[in-house]
């Protein structure tokens, strides 16, 4: 066994990512068998298993929450956060992402890479966390290693270096050989039985190997020396350039097994030590003090700068999630909350698998743990040292697509309510919660019609509040679609003492409405001085206030540039608050001008079913404004890939099951915003008046 000086070399933070119903949460399960932290190997299907340890979820059958496990293998500890598949639920991924030095993409062997699967591993990266690939299901009819890996390449554009050759086709699948050692290794039972490669895998083995020696050469500068020079590659050279070019991600490794009949974990674990980069192997954390950017290396010996990225409610008390960056964090501790601005006393730390926790004395560097105590942290906060404060980028949080209106029938219950509705926000940032200004009704907004299933049900389960609920209603947008030059405004307020003055120019024109963008830009093209550049940021300020409210139905605006072309300042009365004024009341003139458009979020959405099903399924799509967008046929089914409007999508689960005898699946993603038709664009200006009704309960 190999001997580190340094113990957080042995550390591995990694998440499990992949489509729902790929196979994560049972690989997980595998791990925590094969490593020997659980006795028992739990099923989905049974609702035994660790970490989908919460009623809706055994109760649903799929992951919502991000559960964190730990356990050891080979000297290694593995720090590890089952992610959830379900569009609906992308920000826990986003949130677990932010704070992981690595993770595994596991793939469905039949389907390959699905629409939840290209997105999390588009978030994978935009955090830049070094993947290895695990393809699942291989013992499932219709598997097949070398689609799968296809797959991966046309639609992620990685290189795949496929370091294992399966041993038998589906129900016949018994093993793998192992590329890199050129070794066979099959299960019978619960462990693995290494031997030679089988005589009939012989040829195709060295084929493959020598695939893969010619694929690493070329990307790797160490393995094309030796290449040239021996015209193969060694085994411990193979595996450090397969290190190497998984932690720049020049290169994925993908290996393969059935995580179901417990076969190909002990690899993926082998992989998991071997590639994925430990917290020494990350660079610096950085964070920002007095205005400066600051770094932190991953040492006990700095001082504490963590992040806390999930809270969860428990019925022993209120949890914060960590990971600890540099320092040290223990018992007892007082330690300053950097984004607060106060202090937290930490009463536990815990290490943490699923629901179980084993109390610490003190966490390090490099550890992702649990502290009791912490009553003002929430997912976002930095906790760090009071003599040595820094503040960490907070993990991005998505903006919510899908609002109900909410009531406890009750009138009792009113302010109970408001009060499990703030936890909920408080333990899920993706949640919104507000009072509607015209009715009076609390809005509860979310990421989809499953979020916010979950979110009322956890209201019903937790604390005891029966509830009704409205129709789902989509988050519009306004843009512009035709702009306007040359809006004048003057801001002039004289009431005794000194006054307020601004005079601006604006030129308002359309801008791309991209999801995921801020959809507006600003920029000042007023020469001489006539408005100092100050004043111009003022006048910016006070523009993005007013996108706040659009003039069609008060939705947010976007996808627009506003150009300050001129103005002018009083010598006494002009002011940062005074051009703030003017930008606000200005823009909101320049809007009303405007040639204004509704837009209302769009997804793509990928429908599953037997080819005798497709002539109903397109139909229905039709129906639902839904544009074609490809098909394909897959293992005797045909998969239509659409995109709808969010709107449309309510209650289609339903209707798709009925119009194929429950044989059709479908998945969505929201891709961004498109132009509302008219009828849409009268009943969602029109606003929120309808009263909540049971139609959801």
């Known amino acids: 066994m190999r001997i580190h000086r340094n113990p957080l070399a042995v550390v591995r933070n990694l998440g499990i990512l992949a489509h729902v119903d790929a196979g994560k949460t049972t690989v997980t399960e595998r791990i925590l068998y094969a490593t020997g932290t659980t006795h028992k190997r739990g099923e989905v299907h049974d609702g035994t298993t660790v970490t989908d ?7 649903r059958g799929i992951t919502i929450f991000a559960a964190a496990v730990s356990c050891a293998w080979h000297g290694h500890r593995i720090n590890l956060i089952d992610t959830p598949g379900h569009v609906d639920f992308a920000d826990e991924v986003e949130r677990s992402l932010r704070v992981l030095d690595g993770a595994v993409a596991v793939f469905d062997a039949v389907a390959g890479v699905e629409p939840q699967s290209e997105s999390v591993w588009r978030q994978a990266d935009r955090h830049g966390v070094p993947r290895i690939a695990f393809v699942n299901k291989l013992d499932r009819a219709g598997a097949d290693l070398d689609a799968a890996v296809a797959s ?3 639609r992620l554009h990685p290189a795949p270096l496929v370091v294992h050759l399966p041993i038998g086709a589906e129900d016949a699948f018994t093993g793998v050989v192992d590329l890199v050692r050129m070794r066979a290794l099959t299960w019978t039972g619960d462990l693995a039985e290494e031997g030679p490669v089988p005589d009939g ?7 493959r190997r020598r695939m893969l020696e010619e694929a690493v050469a070329e990307r790797h500068p160490a393995a094309l020396e030796e290449f040239c020079d021996r015209e193969t590659l060694r085994a411990d050279t193979l595996t450090a350039a397969l290190r190497d070019l998984t932690r720049s991600g020049e290169g994925v490794v993908v290996l393969c097994g059935s995580a179901y009949r417990n076969r190909g974990i002990e690899p993926l674990l082998d992989a998991v030590v071997d590639y994925l980069p430990s917290p020494l192997d990350v660079p610096p954390v950085r964070g920002t003090r007095d205005g400066a950017e600051h770094s932190r290396a991953a040492d006990p010996g700095e001082p504490l700068a963590a992040l806390a990225f999930k809270v969860s409610a428990t019925p022993t008390g209120r ?3 960590v990971r600890i960056y540099s320092g040290t964090m223990g018992k007892g501790d007082t330690v300053w909350d950097a984004t607060a601005g106060r202090t937290e006393r930490v009463g536990r730390v815990l290490r943490v698998t699923a629901d179980r926790h084993a109390p610490l004395e003190q966490a390090v560097a490099g550890d992702i743990v649990a502290v009791v105590g912490l009553k003002s ?4 906060s930095t906790l760090c040292a009071r003599q040595a404060p820094l503040v960490l980028e907070p993990p991005g949080s998505a903006e919510p697509v899908v609002s109900v209106a909410v009531e406890a029938r009750r009138s009792a219950d009113t302010g109970r309510l408001a009060g499990a509705l703030a936890r909920l926000v408080e333990e899920d940032p993706s949640l919104g919660v507000r009072t509607d200004a015209e009715t009076g009704q609390t809005v509860l907004s979310g990421m989809g019609e499953l979020h916010l299933e979950v979110a009322v049900e956890r209201v019903r389960r937790e604390h005891g509040i029966d509830t009704s609920v409205g129709r789902p209603r989509v ?7 035709r702009g306007v030059s040359g809006v004048v405004f003057r801001h002039v307020k004289q009431d005794g003492g000194a006054g307020q003055f601004a005079h601006v120019v604006l030129d308002v024109e359309p801008l791309s409405y991209e999801l ?3 959809g507006f830009a600003f920029r000042s093209t007023v020469v001489g001085g006539r408005v100092p550049q100050e004043y111009a940021r003022a006048v910016e300020a006070g523009c993005r206030d ?3 409210e659009g003039p069609l139905g008060a939705h947010p605006v976007t996808g627009l540039r506003v150009t300050l072309t001129d103005g002018s300042t009083h010598v006494k009365d002009s002011s940062d608050t005074a051009f703030r004024t003017a930008g606000r009341l200005g823009l909101r003139d320049a809007l009303r001008a405007c040639a204004m458009v509704l837009l209302e979020p769009v997804a793509e959405v990928t429908v599953t079913v037997p080819e005798d099903a497709v002539g109903a399924v397109l139909g229905d799509l039709a129906a639902r404004r839904g544009r074609v967008t490809g098909s394909a046929t897959r293992a005797g089914s045909a998969v239509v890939t659409a995109t709808v409007p969010l709107a449309e999508l309510f209650g289609y689960a339903t209707r798709l099951r009925s119009r194929t005898q429950g044989r059709g699946t479908f998945t969505a993603r929201p891709t961004g915003y498109a132009p509302a038709p008219a009828a849409t664009a009268r009943v969602a200006t029109a606003g929120w008046r309808e009263r909540p009704s049971p139609s959801l309960t």
């Open 546 to 548: 007013a996108l706040a």
């Open 377 to 380: 942290a929430r997912a976002g």
């Open 475 to 481: 988050a519009h947008r306004e843009t512009v679609g």
């Open 319 to 321: 949890l914060t999630f």
């Open 516 to 518: 995921g963008t801020d």
């Open 152 to 154: 991966v390449r046309e």
């Open 201 to 207: 895998l012989r040829a195709e083995a060295d084929r």
């Open 53 to 59: 340890f919460d009623p809706q979820e055994r109760d």
